[in-house]
């Protein structure tokens, strides 16, 4: 079967109850070419390093780390603009790793990206109704009805249908986002992936976009990826959460779980990086915290890429990666030395079969 038939309008949104996205052991890595006469590859950028995971429909997924973690090209890679270099990605069932252009049509179609610069990804030449206009079109919509569904869509954003024929720039960024997201919505899509998407907007903004993608996905069943370079964000939109570390993922967990009970010590300190509202307390309180830049991804650090930074390292954590390492309520985390569990805990824990395949079979330790 093609992959338009097996992706057709109105098909199944889950296949026998499977996930929605599936990705599997991903893996892109960008060439690092030197010369002059001739290209020579000198190296990677290990920008996703077998990364596996999966999105279940109506799901809110967040993707958070460092900036240079690898969010932006796991996404682009997931919505196939850039190729990946191994592993797998399925849609609905279907295999779209390596699908052409034609085929990419009809996913295009249910997967849409909403990026952080919203003032970037609109063109400044066009008027809000043309910028409306392309997806409307791939959706099916005729020419005659064209405007009363941009109306419709600009309203259900949040934006006055009279302005319309506004350019970009008339706008604030807040607004601005909202175009963004209408232009996602308008093609009807399953899945959109939130690059950053309020990071650009002001904090009392920041929170009515979150309040808007909330309302959206109830009223269209949509599934997000929303990506974010701190927890903070994330929080209240996410049903659980991936944390990311130089192209590796560290923890994923159910969102409320990942704040009460962080198993990898980088989540610590990236929870611990979170200001609190009030300046005292937020003086006072002891948090582990982590200092310096990453690492290069050009030659990442060996055994964990955490360990150059991370307060916890011991020898093993040097010379053999983690397995990813499944706890109870599906929380997994990649780390010798766990935190927040007991010793009975990690006895009951087993190894993800989405660990990278580079990790080492040695199990985690308990604390002494
Ligand atoms: N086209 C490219 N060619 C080479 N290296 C790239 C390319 N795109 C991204 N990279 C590198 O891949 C790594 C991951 O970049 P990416 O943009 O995915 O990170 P990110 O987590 O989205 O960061 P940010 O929070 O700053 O947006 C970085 O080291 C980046 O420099
Ligand atoms: S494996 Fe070792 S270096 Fe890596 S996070 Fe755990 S304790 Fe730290
Ligand atoms: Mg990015």
Do not use: W
Not at 102 to 109: A, F, Q, S, T
Not at 134 to 145: C, F, I, S
Not at 184 to 189: C, E, F, G, I, S
């Amino acid at each position: 079967m093609s992959l338009e038939a097996e992706l057709e309008p109105g098909a199944p949104i889950e296949r026998d109850g499977g996930p929605l996205l599936e990705v599997d052991h991903l893996k892109v890595l960008f060439p690092i070419k030197a010369g002059v006469l001739v290209d020579r590859k000198v190296g990677f950028v290990h920008a996703v390093d077998d990364v596996s995971f999966e999105l279940r429909s109506g799901e809110t997924l967040g993707i958070v780390g460092e900036s240079g973690c690898g969010k932006t090209t796991l996404i682009r890679a997931l919505v196939r603009l850039i190729d990946a270099t191994d592993g797998a990605i399925r849609f609905r069932g279907a295999d779209i790793t390596r699908s052409g252009r034609k085929d990419l049509e009809p996913i295009r179609r249910e997967m849409q990206m909403v990026f952080q610069d919203p003032q970037a990804s609109l063109n400044p030449r066009k008027r809000v109704s043309q910028i409306l206009a392309t997806p409307l079109g791939m959706r099916g919509v005729a020419k005659g009805r064209m405007q009363e569904e941009s109306h419709r869509l600009l309203q259900r954003v949040g934006l006055h249908p009279e302005h319309i024929n506004r350019f970009p720039h008339e706008f604030s960024g807040g607004q601005r986002q909202r175009i963004g997201i209408a232009r996602a919505l308008a093609v009807d899509p399953r899945l959109i992936m939130l690059d950053e998407p309020v990071s650009a907007l002001d904090v009392s903004i920041q929170a009515q976009v979150i309040n808007l993608l909330d309302e959206l996905q109830e009223e269209f069943h949509l599934s997000y990826l929303f990506v974010a370079h701190d927890l903070s964000v994330v929080r209240h939109v996410s049903d659980r959460i991936v944390v990311m570390y130089l192209g590796k993922l560290m923890e994923v967990s159910p969102a409320e779980e990942l704040y009460s009970r962080p198993i990898h010590p980088y989540t610590s300190a990236l929870l611990g990086a979170i200001p609190l509202p009030d300046p005292n307390e937020n003086r006072a309180r002891d948090r582990p915290t982590i200092t310096g830049e990453p690492p290069n991804p050009i030659r990442p650090p060996s055994g964990c890429r955490f360990h150059t930074r991370c307060p916890r390292a011991t020898e093993i954590c040097r010379s053999v990666e983690p397995q990813l390492t499944e706890y109870a309520g599906g929380h997994l985390a990649a780390c010798h030395h766990p935190q927040h569990v007991t010793a009975h805990e990690i006895a009951e824990s087993t190894r993800s079969p989405t660990s990278p395949a580079s990790a080492g079979d040695e199990p985690p330790t308990a604390d002494e």
